[in-house]
């Protein structure tokens, strides 16, 4: 008898929209003109649907006086703010290709980025924390001959360019699947590359992720992702305006006390996060003190969830139809999706299953041949979520989505007879010792458990007998009380594999970050694997 295949497709009685991101919003106006569409917490500002759509007509409008026309880049360097929501949909109501550009990057990344997707208008921040946009705009610009304006967010030169609208402005006639958005991968192997969405693969995308939450236009979204990546700009911005729902801006960049202010001052039914922001709203001091009964619902993607935390978001942040979402950039973002009423087993301990309308399968790394379900092999993806491609990078392009158009991830999954799916590592995190495939996620689902341990990662690091060894990088709940090597090895014995019992262990106070939320696993191999 043949076995059971990890593959399969998801099926749904809702069909793919056909819009483009304006007609789509126009849709949701024509619906809800009354309804609160944007609320800014820190500045008080708010947005009616009909109020937001005139705005964003009088920025697109103004694009089109300052010259921008259908397919131009027009890069956005910022921070949370609702200027940042403004500009994705009036480029998109234009049909000029909006860049996202990381607010962590500094001068030498932002001048690659600016010229390799050749902005010729910069919408940026003045400043944030230790980033000073304005000095950096300045001392490349003379290195970036296709950048032709820069305007500020905050500043006069924001208001001076609304002022440009006029109403006789044509707007060109757009497809579905024109370009729209280049968002540029995190890069932690030589640059970044700009992976190239259109109107179809991310709103549709932001669409049937809300359609697996239930959004309606009762809904209001606390988004404290950045939207620069799009966990933000997709499954939060585009998921609310395709139901009518209300984005809700906690804050410009993450902060747990003022993104459960924010849930709690606007009666959010929905709460978004990777779960270290979760851990770190959990672990506030006064977190008891916060009304979260308005919350049901939220998404949790970027890393595996664990177990305990899980347990406390439903049971304590009132999340009971919390969803555990898993994609990548190149696919616009999602691929699978637990469902409302999946158990708490699901949610931690597979990624879910496929969304409407996309296909999935594990492969073989090395022959590319579909494996059995329960084994592990790489991830693929197939549908109208994969991207056009690497901006200007074909090469680059064929090595990730092959001829039948599958988009292989990287990852290393298994498939659940249910059609569930384990993402169980990199396959270039994995860890190989003495012969032995380690998954780190599944050392470090074990480590959660033990008392003295916060949040941990585990890496492979070089070990002259075995290859590589087993190292765990450890927050302690109690810095003063951190675990020793030996209590970890203790809590190890007799319940993993000896070859998977961390040999080292480093303590830190914090794990470096991607911008979007993904713990930097290379770094720690570089930084403590000598």
């Known amino acids: 008898m043949t076995a059971h295949l990890s593959y399969t497709h998801g099926t749904g009685t809702t069909a793919l929209l056909g819009d483009t991101i304006g007609a789509n919003l126009d849709r949701a106006v024509a619906s809800w003109p009354d309804r609160e569409a ?3 917490v820190p500045s008080g500002r708010r947005w009616t649907y009909a109020e937001f759509a005139a705005d964003v007509d009088e920025l697109a409008q103004a694009l089109m006086a300052s010259g921008v026309v259908k397919g ?3 890069g956005i360097w910022a921070v949370n703010c609702p200027e940042w929501v403004l500009v994705q949909y009036a480029t998109a109501r234009v049909g000029a290709v909006m860049v996202n550009i990381n607010p962590a990057y500094r001068t030498h990344e932002v001048e690659f980025v600016l010229n390799q997707s050749g902005v010729s208008l910069l919408f940026a921040s003045i400043s944030h924390k230790s980033s000073d946009y304005r000095a950096m705009v300045e001392e490349v610009r003379g290195r970036c001959p296709q950048l032709r304006e820069t305007v ?7 208001d001076a360019f609304r002022r440009r609208a006029t109403d006789d402005a044509t707007y060109a006639e757009l497809s579905c699947d024109d370009p729209i958005n280049i968002q540029y991968t995190s890069g932690t192997t030589g640059f970044p590359k700009g992976a190239t969405l259109s109107h179809h693969n991310i709103l549709n995308n932001g669409y049937f992720v809300g359609e697996l939450i239930a959004y309606t236009e009762q809904d209001r979204i606390c988004i404290p992702v950045p939207f620069y990546h799009c966990f933000g700009m997709v499954m939060g911005n585009l998921a609310a305006t395709s139901h009518g729902a209300c984005m809700v801006i906690p804050a410009p960049s993450f902060d747990p006390r003022a993104t459960l202010e924010a849930v709690q001052q606007e009666r959010c039914t929905s709460l978004y996060g990777v779960p270290t922001m979760f851990i770190a709203e959990l672990n506030l001091p006064d977190f008891a003190g916060y009304d979260l009964t308005s919350l049901r619902t939220g998404i949790m993607a970027g890393s595996p969830c664990p177990v305990e935390v899980m347990k406390r978001v439903v049971a304590e942040m ?5 969803s555990i979402c898993y994609g990548m950039t190149e696919t616009s973002p999602v691929s699978l999706q637990t469902r409302m009423d999946d158990d708490l087993e699901h949610r931690t301990g597979t990624v879910g299953r496929v969304l409407p309308h996309i296909e999935v399968k594990i492969v073989d790394p090395a022959t590319g041949v579909t494996r059995p379900r329960g084994t592990a092999g790489e991830l693929c993806t197939r549908g109208y979520s994969v991207m056009l491609g690497y901006w200007n990078e074909p090469e680059k392009t064929a090595e990730a989505v092959d001829p039948g158009r599958w988009m292989h991830t990287g990852d290393l999954a298994t498939m659940r007879e249910d059609g569930y799916v384990e993402i169980v590592g990199r ?6 010792r003495g012969g032995e495939n380690i998954y780190p996620r599944e050392i470090e689902e074990f480590l959660y458990g033990h008392p003295k341990i916060q949040d941990v990662q585990v890496v492979g690091v070089p070990h002259e007998t075995y290859g590589e060894e087993v190292l765990a990088c450890v927050i302690p709940r109690d810095p003063a009380d951190p675990p020793t090597l030996q209590e970890v090895r203790a809590f190890c014995e007799g319940r993993l594999a000896h070859y998977k019992v961390p040999s080292r262990l480093q303590i830190l106070d914090s794990f470096p970050m991607t911008v979007s939320g993904k713990v ?11």
């Open 427 to 432: 396959i270039k995190d994995m860890v190989i």
């Open 72 to 74: 131009d880049r027009v």
């Open 520 to 530: 930097r696993k290379v770094e720690l191999r570089e930084k403590y694997g000598v």
């Open 152 to 158: 500020y967010i905050g500043d006069p030169s924001w």
């Open 38 to 40: 944007l609320v800014d």
């Open 318 to 322: 009132h999340m009971e139809q919390v």
